[in-house]
């Protein structure tokens, strides 16, 4: 339908800003919703969810959560970075993780609402879902974008937040050896391999790079740290600081040879409600626990 005659643009977004609800625009304007919708856009508008549909988000989240940086935050960006997907074409991120516990963590830290769900009923990694302009704005701002895995470039992550960013991108798509003596980090940016390169120098850390083609003839980067001593060390830099109640597999794997940090552990499980992860860890150390 035509707009009505004298209705401009600057007309139009002054009555949007007044907060009327979305059907009196119409009437007053003489345009659909969807073309109301057009001269937001089109002028870089920001748009009120509850104002253009009369309902309220369907599902809560923090719409400011990578915002602001701390501990937390830096970790679900690490996992994000691994195991996260931006959709290309609606306002959706989406986290895809076969260890559950870490997505209801997620959800717990980003204020979200728990629903899980995957787009096919044959998948079987449990996915959790987040439909927000702003957190894909945010993302985006961070460096992280859709078809992201062969790309990304390392955030600028303040120092402080390292630790536990990258702990976040080890439970992502990190690999620690049963035995303690190997972890690696596999990518498909030779940008951010090379970045966690220089972050495992400055602390210290004796490290290698490899890469092997995958089947779509895409070459994919594996950084290795080795031997018992720095897995020590590197774990005494990656869980300086206890984020959320879970100990997962690959934290245990990688600590079993310092006796204080499994002393630290088992404190940890008997007087702070911490939970263990179900994943495969060397017996010994839980007939210890």
């Not at 957190?135 to 120092?159: H, Y």
Request: glycine share 6%; with cysteine; aromatic share 12%.
């Amino acid at each position: 339908m035509p707009r009505k005659p004298g209705m401009t643009d600057d007309k139009i977004i002054k009555l949007y800003k007044s907060g009327m609800p979305f059907k009196e625009l119409q009437s007053i304007i003489c345009l659909s919703d969807r073309a109301i919708r057009n001269v937001m856009y089109k002028h870089g508008i920001e748009m009120n969810r509850e104002q253009s549909s009369g309902q309220p988000r369907k599902h809560k989240v923090n719409e400011d959560f990578f915002k602001v940086w701390t501990h937390e935050m830096a970790w679900v960006l690490g996992l994000f970075v691994t195991d996260g997907c931006v959709n290309k074409q609606l306002h959706s991120i989406s986290f895809a993780q076969k260890d559950e516990t870490i997505l209801q963590m997620i959800a717990n830290f980003m204020g979200a609402d728990y629903v899980i769900y995957s787009k096919r009923s044959s998948a079987t990694i449990p996915s959790l879902f987040i439909n927000s302009k702003k957190i894909k704005k945010d993302l985006n701002n961070l460096g992280i974008s859709a078809n992201k895995s062969m790309i990304v470039s390392f955030p600028k992550v303040p120092n402080e937040y390292l630790p536990a960013f990258l702990r976040g991108v080890i439970d992502g798509d990190g690999w620690v050896d049963i035995e303690g003596y190997r972890m690696n980090i596999t990518t498909g940016s030779k940008s951010f391999v090379y970045s966690v390169a220089s972050i495992f120098e400055s602390w210290n850390l004796n490290f290698s790079i490899t890469h092997i083609k995958s089947q779509a003839n895409n070459l994919i980067y594996r950084i290795w740290v080795k031997g018992k001593n720095d897995l020590l060390q590197l774990a005494n830099i990656l869980y300086s600081n206890e984020i959320g109640y879970y100990i997962n597999h690959k934290r245990i794997n990688m600590i079993q040879h310092s006796n204080w940090q499994l002393r630290r552990l088992e404190n940890l499980l008997n007087t702070e409600n911490f939970t263990l992860s179900k994943g495969k860890t060397r017996l010994f150390f839980l007939q210890i626990l």
